[in-house]
């Protein structure tokens, strides 16, 4: 399986041809967006952020948003001349947007930094990763539709967002902002774009991934809950988790959040092909990729939640990319 960016949820499909790519939209307040850089591949960016005075300016525009070079100047403490050639050294990165806008005498250049995250990657994932997979990535609270009950929630990374255990408060706008969901019973439902479809090529597997865990008031090591999953309206199998964790702090999870709550989830890898689904090597259910009609859909439809017939129907927590994983 292709290495995962820093996403929420995760949609990898397999098709004949060269690998999809295309350049980010700028992003929706609220929403943080990441970089992920192959050092061999982008040099330039690698370049832009080798300076003390560039990474100072770059945490500046974060902190503070926008600014013109005047303020940057004025804050850094550094003469006009200096920041001047920074900023064309980060715009030449593209680490940095900038813009014309009116000043009082003439015009003024307005910067603002792009990412709140970049990461340098020794892996070598871009140069290994195979070159048949479109891959994309869905904000966890970018769902489309969606159908729970009590006990349920959503917090961003800052807070929880609005009222707990009412699901109306679902259809929340700053849902996009999530990085928790959770619920006792029911469902959330994404649509991916059918990017095969439109390349017109052939898909030979579909692959998701999910970081879940139970969902319990407070945290239950021993509170399986059966998990299921549906692609276009499909049910393609079922993973029971073995309980909601909260032996220890996870790596990302806020100093607000309680360590009463629940504090990681375990990384779960669905793969969709002709011999079936699986998780791993474990065999989940006999649903074909035929069986999904991928051809026949514009959207990839995946469905999250817990079956009216689960036989342990324990709730469900999904994490965002900063919510997620143990302490070593």
Not at 117 to 146: C, K, Q
Not at 151 to 171: A, K, R, Y
Request: charged share 25%; with cysteine.
């Amino acid at each position: 399986m292709a290495g995962l960016h820093n996403g929420d949820v995760n949609m990898l499909d397999r098709k004949s041809g060269p690998k999809e790519r295309a350049r980010a939209a700028p992003k929706a307040k609220g929403i943080r967006s990441f970089l992920n850089v192959d050092p061999e591949q982008q040099f330039e960016i690698v370049r832009g952020l080798a300076s003390p005075v560039r990474v100072r300016i770059l945490r500046l525009l974060r902190r503070r948003g926008p600014l013109n070079v005047n303020q940057i100047s004025e804050a850094l403490r550094l003469p006009q001349s200096t920041i001047a050639t920074n900023i064309q050294i980060l715009e030449e990165s593209e680490l940095i947007d900038t813009e014309i806008g009116r000043a009082r005498k003439g015009q003024q250049k307005i910067c603002a930094a792009r990412f709140d995250e970049i990461v340098i990657r020794l892996d070598g994932e871009e140069t290994s990763r195979d070159r048949d997979i479109i891959e994309v990535e869905m904000p966890l609270g970018l769902y489309t539709g969606y159908n729970v009950s009590a006990p349920c929630g959503l917090c961003s990374t800052e807070g929880i967002m609005g009222v707990l255990d009412v699901p109306d408060l679902f259809l929340d706008p700053c849902r996009v902002q999530a990085a928790l969901i959770w619920f006792g019973r029911g469902h959330v439902e994404y649509k991916f774009p059918n990017n095969a479809k439109v390349l017109n090529a052939k898909v030979e597997a579909l692959e998701f991934a999910l970081e879940l865990s139970s969902e319990v008031p407070g945290t239950n090591a021993n509170w399986p809950s059966d998990i299921s999953l549906w692609v276009n309206d499909v049910k393609v199998g079922t993973w029971t988790s073995p309980g909601d964790y909260g032996d220890r702090r996870g790596v990302h999870t806020p100093r607000w959040w309680k360590l009463e709550g629940s504090q990681y989830g375990a990384l779960t890898q669905w793969h969709i092909s002709s011999k079936g689904t699986y998780m791993g090597e474990k065999k989940l259910s006999s649903v074909t990729l035929a069986q999904l009609e991928l051809a026949e859909h514009h959207s990839i439809r995946l469905r999250v939640g817990i079956d009216d017939n689960a036989a342990h129907p324990g709730g469900v927590n999904i994490f965002g990319p900063r919510l997620r994983q143990p302490q070593p």
